[in-house]
């Protein structure tokens, strides 16, 4: 059993900043990449940033250059800090992440936490 908690969502004014982080627990072997997405009502889930295990990176451009992702392997976590945030930026937002369970298999697959609520309003 494999589970990602995100935590660090909020209620921030437009121009701020918050950091979102997740950790994953459980039954893990290794970790592969690891990422955010998010959900606006009404909207299709999007894709928001990723980090490989070997670190490199990757957003879209409607994030670069305002949100950065980060992960501390020995913790299992993902981090993501977001700046400059706009209204746009409201939505719920999911950590998604690549693991393996077995020692002798590899057996990867997605794993999604339950997300966490980012309202960027005056």
């Known amino acids: 059993q494999v589970q990602l908690v995100e935590s660090g969502g909020g209620l921030v004014q437009p121009g701020g900043s918050l950091r979102l982080s997740c950790v994953a627990s459980?039954?893990?072997?290794?970790?592969?990449?690891m990422g955010w997405y998010r959900q606006a009502p009404g909207k299709q889930r999007e894709f928001v940033a990723v980090i490989t295990s070997g670190d490199t990176t990757n957003y879209p451009d409607s994030v670069k250059g305002r949100f950065t992702i980060t992960r501390d392997k020995g913790k299992n976590t993902v981090y993501l800090q977001m700046n400059s945030l706009k209204p746009e930026d409201t939505a719920v937002y999911y950590c998604?992440?690549?693991?393996?369970?077995?020692?002798?298999?590899?057996?990867?697959?997605?794993?999604w936490g339950q997300g966490t609520q980012v309202t960027v309003s005056s």
């Open positions: 459980g039954s893990i072997f290794s970790i592969n990449a």
């Open positions: 998604n992440a690549n693991i393996r369970t077995s020692s002798v298999y590899y057996n990867n697959n997605q794993y």
